[in-house]
């Protein structure tokens, strides 16, 4: 008999892994000048106070968001894209991660007023087309059953620590693919390697949203078990295991020992 692994543990032995790293920075480019943040930072819900199954979560994607808020505050922000949920008087609210304080928002989309896509710098503006450009992102996120939708929560935390040393090389992006096609074997369905790499390209994912996948799976030993293993490829993939990282798998191996079936 195992004794159980806290999800605490877990959570210190990959954050660890991260801060030893610098960091996750986002892959966005954007002027600081086009940036403008409210005097207080403060938003019209708590996101930390929301139900994770209450979100329809989102696999990244970075915005400049023009914001007003109940006060009519205004403001301009970037922030990484986490989900979407509905709330109990039918409006829509983003939860994303906003890249200048470095912590978790959410916004209600009405007050959203323009919207440029921090990749392709495509601007929406006037709220109603920023309203109906997240009403479609809702719906997609809830018909997609693709591989990478369907596991996403292992690939916000393999693609964190893949890029939380700034930079995600092309072997550790081979093995994030070795794992979809695992599991694409496992069950039974085609694996286009191509077209999940492009997908890959797409996600984002930042502290915050790597806690959340962590805390989604915590009761799924077999998938906590898989994504040690290949956290542990992730780490011998670039060919160079600094002391730092030989630290993190030693401590790595001896959590998973502990939830591993005998």
């Known amino acids: 008999m195992t004794s159980d692994l806290r999800f605490e543990d877990l959570v210190g032995i990959f954050a660890g892994r991260a801060n030893a790293s610098g960091g996750l920075a986002s892959r966005a480019r954007f002027h600081e000048a086009e940036v403008v943040l409210p005097a207080k930072d403060k938003d019209d819900v708590a996101y930390e106070a929301l139900d994770d199954e209450q979100v329809v979560d989102l696999l990244g994607g970075e915005l400049l968001i023009s914001y007003q808020d109940a006060a009519g505050q205004a403001s301009r922000r970037a ?3 986490h989900g979407l949920r509905l709330s109990e008087d039918g409006g829509l609210g983003l939860l994303a991660y906003c890249l200048e304080s470095h912590g978790a928002r959410a916004f209600r989309v009405r007050r959203i007023s323009a919207a440029t896509d921090l990749l392709s710098n495509h601007t929406i ?24 939708y369907r596991q996403r929560r292992a690939l916000k935390i393999l693609l964190f620590l893949a890029r939380c040393d700034g930079e995600q090389h092309p072997s550790e992006t081979a093995v994030i693919l070795g794992y979809l096609k695992a599991v694409a074997e496992e069950e039974g369905v085609q694996f286009d390697p191509a077209g999940v790499e492009a997908r890959l390209e797409s996600v984002q994912v930042d502290e915050v949203d790597f806690a959340r996948a962590l805390r ?38 001896k959590a998973l020992e502990r939830i591993r079936p005998r």
Do not use: P, T
């Open 79 to 81: 922030v990484g894209l």
């Open 125 to 148: 503006e006037g709220a109603e087309a920023v309203a109906n450009h997240f009403d479609g992102l809702l719906a997609d996120a809830r018909a997609d059953n693709s591989l990478a």
């Open 216 to 253: 989604a799976l915590r009761q799924d030993k077999d998938a906590l078990i898989a994504i040690g293993y290949y956290a542990r490829r992730l780490i011998a993939a670039d060919g160079a295991v600094s002391r730092e990282e030989a630290a993190f798998e030693a401590e790595l191996e």
